[in-house]
């Protein structure tokens, strides 16, 4: 039975983590906020962390890529894409319509409250449907829910699961608020000991790496891009961050579809580091595609 931290329960980190292991493999510990997530694994408390990383709508999660490169040195050991669904939720029988009891008004709703991601996932609805509403942001969606629940009579509604809904006995209000239907977030399992999964779906491997270019060196980046393309490794992201050692100092996120063992990988790796750059793996690891079998931890 392995510890598990992640965000507070019925948030979307839950649901995604119970896709992945089934409710009965893991010992789930919740935390409040993600920097308590990650000081979990860091700290002993758990062995694993759940973390999401990207969105399809809002792309990188810019808070949780700086705590794994600046605050903590946790590998990733799986990574997974789970459909992110979004939900108007609140008490029904506060905003049913006076004329019609079957329809939601939504007139009557004076606050939305959500995480910032998952709020801009739902902003072309929001604005369609209750342009008066206060919106505000809280550390969680599950979070957003239980204020909800704690404020009734008030107008208060939530963004967020469905699985919040249940788990604090509130309204599904409307279904599938999100502005696109193709919304996925990435998460990442990070922890000190490789986790083994019987593998009961296909898996891509990827690594990720962090380069960072040496100063006052022109044409590096095509360089450090050069020694992938001439090998053939495909990058599926690179994305430029700051160190936060200086103004336009930056380094470059890239994943690699690769495993860190090819002979391919590592002599790009070595080609890199030649040209003068700094290389850090966060992670080699198997990555999963959304699909409706679950996975298990191989005993």
């Not at 694993?48 to 990383?53: A, D, E, M, Q």
């Not at 605050?71 to 789970?82: A, L």
């Not at 206060?134 to 704690?150: C, D, G, I, N, P």
Request: charged share 20%; glycine share 6%; hydrophobic share 40%.
């Amino acid at each position: 039975m392995k510890v598990i931290a992640l965000l507070p329960e019925g948030s979307v980190s839950h649901e995604a983590v119970l896709h992945l292991f089934g409710e009965e493999q893991v010992q789930l510990h919740h935390c409040k906020q993600i920097s308590d997530v990650f000081l979990a694994t860091a700290n002993g408390v758990s062995q694993y962390s759940v973390i999401p990383i990207e969105n399809t709508i809002e792309g990188s999660v810019s808070l949780h890529m700086d705590w794994l490169v600046h605050e903590v040195d946790i590998p990733m050991q799986v990574e997974w894409v789970y459909p992110s669904i979004q939900n108007l939720i609140g008490d029904r029988k506060e905003f049913v319509s006076d004329s019609d009891a079957s329809q939601i008004d939504y007139a009557k709703v004076t606050k939305v409250l959500s995480h910032p991601v998952a709020m801009a996932q739902c902003m072309q609805f929001l604005k369609a449907n209750m342009p008066q509403a206060e919106l505000e942001h809280v550390a969680s969606t599950s979070e957003a829910v239980k204020l909800v629940k704690q404020r009734p009579g008030e107008g208060w509604t939530a963004i967020g699961t469905a699985l919040g809904a249940k788990t604090h006995g509130l309204d599904i209000l409307a279904d599938r608020v999100t502005d696109h239907d193709n919304n996925y977030t990435r998460f990442v399992l990070i922890g000190q000991e490789p986790l083994q999964l019987k593998r009961s779906e296909a898996a891509q491997d990827k690594t990720s790496i962090l380069v960072t270019l040496p100063e006052d060196f022109p044409g590096a980046l095509h360089q450090v891009l050069s020694a992938f393309a001439w090998r053939k490794l495909n990058l599926s992201r690179i994305e430029s961050r700051p160190t936060k050692k200086r103004l336009g100092s930056y380094y470059f996120y890239m994943d690699v579809l690769s495993s860190l063992d090819t002979v391919l990988l590592q002599s790009a790796i070595g080609e890199i580091e030649a040209l003068g750059c700094q290389v850090r793996i966060l992670g080699s690891y198997p990555s999963y595609s959304v699909k409706n079998h679950k996975l298990e931890v191989r005993k």
